[in-house]
């Protein structure tokens, strides 16, 4: 019996240790370089408003590093509408300013630092202060390339 139940509690710890891992390694932002944010301003093309993270698409008014249009991710349905966010905040046809943080690949995709909505308002990854995960915000006075 003692046998039965050490064997049954090494696994689960085992499944335990391994879920968090598997976990972390889905929330993973190291492809993003967090160290050099990027504005973009453009038109939205589409909004994916999806588990485990959304998504706009932004076609940009000037291109940046080349491309004219660029994938934004953003953390989880669930942690927007905590910090702020509503499945309509970002519509199609909206014209937007994103901070964000550039896959370190070059590729025009990137990872919401914070965006400023056609009325004014400001939302960030997950709050409203331009906080995601992980990831601080620069200083609103902060220069930006």
Partial sequence: ?????????????AAA????????????FSMFDTATPVTLTGV????EWTNPHVYIELD?????KGARHWSI?????????????????????DKVTAIV?????????????RITLPDGRVLGNGGPTGVGPGITAP?????VK
């Fill in 73 to 93: 991710e953003l953390g989880s349905p669930s942690i927007l509408q905590r910090g702020g966010w509503k499945f309509n905040s970002v519509r199609k046809g």
């Fill in 44 to 47: 939205v093309s589409s909004v």
């Fill in 60 to 64: 940009l008014t000037e291109p940046v």
């Fill in 139 to 143: 200083p609103a006075t902060a220069p």
């Fill in 17 to 28: 240790v391994t879920g968090a891992v598997s976990a972390r390694a889905h929330h993973s």
């Fill in 101 to 113: 943080s550039p896959l370190k690949s070059g590729e025009p995709g990137s990872l919401l630092t």
């Fill in 1 to 13: 019996m003692r046998l039965i139940v050490g064997r049954s509690l090494f696994v689960l710890l």
